[in-house]
Every structure is written in structure tokens, then in C-alpha cells.
């Protein structure tokens, strides 16, 4: 097609050069007007000025006239023949770019079928980068504007198009989705090591725009942000009033504040910024550097399966310790909701909010209510860690238990593996199989060590509530549960190792549901 065009293109203007050449031969072999015998025509204010030709008068005026409409007759149709050049060049041209574009977009699918198997093609760029200013009035009313060219490619061509207001900037490709990461701030100035790192980190502006939503008004904190410019997208939650609770709640209002920051944040991304997944992490995470990478891979596995409704960057028993070192690849399902840097889909969020909780919405998330038996998907080591001491929990667990947590430091390149073993048609008859199948040992056996021989798995039995604690805290792991469900647990199976050996806390087998009076 591209081949045609050149070719009727140069036809075109080879017409063109050979009619100029035509009328200028025509117009050079004319009897000139003036004199006879004189090259030159007749001279201003000569004798026979405008005067007499060979063979007698000559109308000079009419001839002048007629000549004059045969040249603008010349003109005109060489201004179409122009135009229609010009209509051929710029098809050409941009069939071309398509063309280019679409080889380039091959090539590089191919490179990626040959390194990077499972990975979809990289998606498409954006050519200028978009400037984003939130404007707030004493109403609840947002308006972000934009100044940016959207330019996505198709594989039938390119289609550029101006975006409209309350937009971010992005582009998605068939096979690759723009994954916004919110940040949750409010008075930290920290927060500042949880940006660079994600900056640090990302592979793409476009792909993953990071936008920071910040309650409290705190001006320290704004101008660290700000100081990022458009590398981040900065909006202020407007509502910074106290909310009015039950007196004995009083000291819990900063859980109010958070659970109503959490709503109003995740609406701008899904309704104002129309975007249809999100990764949320607070100002006091630091990402691990396979971070997006994680969940690029686990986007398709989570869209897929209406099992699962979140995926989580957190291993809520990810000790030094509890971890392999070794098996950063490893992904498990959990029923526990993790946090702590986890994703989210916009038809999830579309079931959830219209319920959300005034107060304790990480709590709130783990009820049967909500969870509805799905599940998450979590790493065997953390892509988080927490360094936020300081907080509406007072450091709760900080000190004595999140300030051990794992970052894993290993690039793991999951958009090249097959994740598929993670759906749940897959995952538990695999699952179920190796747990009951490992042999069923007592704690006291894996403290004396010396007994077992092999790296594992070992499984460990509890039976009740009690037993499950008592357990629980002898192996080092986590021993609170919430509504019925320990953390990690899946299928009431808690895994993790233990004195270098993989370890499996499970319930006895034929487990049916957890038991909501257990928390």
C-alpha cells in the first residue's frame, strides 16, 4: 500500500514539472507584442508602441486579455494538481509512520516472545507529559486540568486525540493495562522515601502515574510533595473536619479520618481519573525493586478469576526468619486480606463502596461479609516494608513485629513466568494434595531439630482456637485471627518456615469454613 502511494506520488509531480514545462515552451514560442524584429517587444513610448504586428492591426488589449485567462486557467488547474500532490503526501507520510510504528511494535513483540515469554508487548508512550493542578472550592467540587496529547496506537493505525478534563495521562495497549499507584498521605514528611523509591523503581510515567492523595492539611508534607512536580499528581482531600462518634470512640478518630480519606481517595481515582485498577500504599512503604513488576504479572490473574478480589504486596508472616531467602518467586493464595500495598479493580470497588465503614476499613474488609470466601494473592516475600512508627496505632506491632519484615532485594521477572497455577481451578487440588500429604509431625520434634531429616514440608495439626494460638506463638508466627481467619491462612493452612524447614500449621483434613467465633 505504501509502495502505491510513492509511486503515485512521484507520478504526480513528474505531471506537474512536465505541464510548467509545456507552458513555458508555449508561452516562449508566442510572437512577442511590440515591434517587429525586436526581441525585446516594444519599448514605452516608442513609435509604434502597442502598434502594428505582422500582417496588419492587432486588437493588443483583447490579446492581453485572452492571454491572461489562458494563464489563470494554467494556474488554477496546476493549484489542483498541487493540492492533490500534497493530499498524496500526507497519506503517504502517515501510512509510513504507521507502517514504522507497526514494524517497531513487531520487533518488539518478537524480542519479548524470545526473552520474555509470558510478557505482553510493551504498550504504547505518550509524546507530552501532562501538567495536573488540583483546584478546590468550599464545595466538594474537583477539577483537574490537563494539558497533554494522548497517542495510542492501534494495530490498524494511529489515533491521536485530545483527552478531556479529569483524566490522567495514559495510553493502554490491547494487552497491557496503565496501573495508577495511590499513595496515602497525611502528615508525614517521610513520605518522601516511599516516592523516591517508586520513582526510583518504575519502569514507565505512562504505565504506572503515581497520584498522592493527602489528608490534614499538613503544609510540611505538601511542599515535600510538591516538590516532585509532575512526576506525581498531588490532590488534597477537602473534608478536614472531626466526625462525630460515639463518645467511647473518641480515641479512635483517626481511624474515622483514615477510613473516610480511603473512600474519597479511591472515588477520584475510579470516578474522577476514570481509571480501572489501582495499587494503594501508604506513606510509610518502602517498595521492593521488582515492585511493579509483581504487579503487572498478577493484573491478568487477578482480572481473571472472580475468586480472588485483591492482590497484595505483603507477607503478613514475612520475618528474616519465617521466609526462604532462595523462593522469591513463590506467589500463594491467602483468605486473609493482607494491605499494605495491594490492588484493587474498579468493579470491586463499585460492590464495595457504596457500604464502605465510617472507621477500621482493614478490619471491616476481612469480615465474611465482604470477603464472600475470596481471596487474595500474596508474595513469600514482602514487596513492602513499613518504616512508620509513628501512626494512629501508636506502633502497634512496629517494634516487636513489622520492623522484621523481609524486603525482598531480587529482581524477579514474573511477567515471563506462567502464573496460571495461581487460579483457583489449579491451585487447590495442588495445594490440598501437598499439605495432607506431608507428614504430620509434633512441635516438639521440629524444636529438638535433630529428629527430622530433610528440608520439608512438615505438617503440624491444630484442632481448636486455643491450640492454633499456642502453636502460633511457639513457631514465631502470627497468632491473631480475624473473623475466624488467621494470617496467610488459606483453607485455614498457615505456611512459613521454620528453623530452615517449610512448615504447614494446618486444621485437620475435610475443612470445611472458618469459624467467625474464633476471632
Avoid at 488547474?77 to 514494524?103: C, F, N, Y
Avoid at 495508577?180 to 502528615?187: E, G, K, Q, S, Y
Avoid at 482531600?237 to 479520618?257: M, N, W
Avoid at 518502602?286 to 515492585?291: G, I, L, M, N, Q
Wanted: hydrophobic fraction near 35%.
Amino acid at each position: 500500500m505504501v509502495r502505491k502511494k510513492g509511486s503515485l506520488i512521484l507520478c504526480s509531480a513528474f505531471l506537474f514539472v512536465a505541464w510548467n514545462a509545456l507552458l513555458l515552451l508555449y508561452l516562449w514560442g508566442r510572437p512577442p507584442i511590440g515591434r517587429l524584429g525586436e526581441v525585446g517587444g516594444a519599448e514605452p513610448g516608442g513609435k509604434e508602441e502597442w502598434g502594428v504586428g505582422r500582417g496588419g492591426q492587432v486588437n493588443l488589449a483583447g490579446e492581453v486579455i485572452r492571454l491572461a485567462e489562458e494563464v489563470e486557467v494554467q494556474l488554477e488547474t496546476q493549484k489542483k494538481l498541487l493540492k492533490q500532490i500534497e493530499s498524496h503526501r500526507a497519506v503517504w507520510a502517515r501510512q509510513k509512520d504507521v507502517g514504522k510504528r507497526q514494524t517497531d511494535d513487531t520487533k518488539q513483540v518478537e524480542n519479548e516472545d524470545v526473552h520474555q515469554p509470558s510478557k505482553p508487548p510493551l504498550p504504547l508512550g505518550v509524546d507530552d507529559r501532562a501538567q495536573t493542578e488540583i483546584i478546590h472550592t468550599q464545595k466538594p467540587v474537583h477539577t483537574v486540568t490537563l494539558d497533554y496529547k494522548l497517542e495510542q496506537h492501534q494495530t490498524v493505525g494511529i489515533k491521536e486525540e485530545a483527552v478531556e478534563k479529569n483524566l490522567l495521562p495514559f495510553s493502554v495497549a490491547s494487552t497491557q493495562i496503565v496501573i495508577p499507584i495511590l499513595v496515602i498521605a497525611c502528615d508525614r514528611v517521610t513520605v518522601k522515601r516511599s516516592l523516591d523509591r517508586l520513582i526510583q523503581y518504575r519502569p514507565s510515567p505512562q504505565l504506572y502515574p503515581i497520584i498522592v492523595s493527602q489528608d490534614c492539611g499538613h503544609a510540611e508534607t505538601a511542599r515535600v510533595i510538591g516538590s516532585y512536580g509532575d512526576q506525581v499528581t498531588h490532590i488534597r482531600q477537602p473534608d478536614l473536619s472531626d466526625i462525630r462518634v460515639r463518645p467511647e470512640h473518641r480515641k479512635f478518630q483517626g481511624y474515622y479520618k483514615i477510613a473516610r480519606h480511603y473512600r474519597w481517595a479511591l472515588n477520584q481515582v475510579f470516578n474522577t481519573f476514570s481509571q480501572s485498577t489501582v495499587v494503594i500504599v501508604e506513606d510509610d512503604l518502602e517498595v521492593a525493586p521488582d515492585f511493579f513488576e509483581y504487579f503487572q504479572a498478577l493484573y491478568p490473574i487477578l482480572h481473571s478469576d472472580p475468586t480472588l478480589w485483591c492482590v497484595s504486596a505483603w507477607n503478613d508472616n514475612g520475618k528474616d526468619a519465617l521466609v526462604d531467602p532462595s523462593k522469591a518467586e513463590l506467589l500463594y493464595r491467602t483468605d486473609f486480606f493482607p494491605g499494605l500495598g495491594w490492588m484493587l479493580l474498579k468493579d470491586m470497588w463499585d460492590e464495595l463502596e457504596p457500604k464502605w465503614p465510617l472507621a477500621f476499613w482493614d478490619d471491616w474488609m476481612r469480615q465474611p461479609e465482604q470477603r464472600k470466601d475470596r481471596s487474595c494473592i500474596r508474595p513469600e516475600i514482602s514487596r513492602t516494608i513499613t518504616f512508620g512508627r509513628k501512626g494512629v496505632s501508636l506502633g502497634q506491632f512496629f517494634d516487636q513485629y513489622l520492623r522484621y519484615i523481609k524486603l525482598n532485594t531480587q529482581f524477579v521477572p514474573f511477567t515471563k513466568q506462567n502464573l496460571s497455577y495461581l487460579l483457583k481451578e489449579k491451585y487447590d487440588g495442588r495445594f490440598i494434595k501437598e499439605v495432607y500429604s506431608a507428614p504430620l509431625v509434633k512441635i516438639e520434634e521440629l524444636q529438638q531439630g535433630g529428629i527430622l531429616r530433610g528440608p520439608g514440608p512438615y505438617r503440624v495439626q491444630y484442632s481448636s482456637r486455643d491450640s492454633f494460638k499456642v502453636l502460633a506463638r511457639n513457631l514465631g508466627v502470627m497468632d491473631d485471627l480475624k473473623s475466624g481467619v488467621p494470617r496467610t491462612g488459606y483453607r485455614g493452612i498457615v505456611g512459613f518456615l521454620y528453623r530452615g524447614r517449610r512448615v504447614l500449621l494446618a486444621p485437620p483434613e475435610g475443612w470445611m469454613q472458618y469459624d467467625i467465633s474464633w476471632s
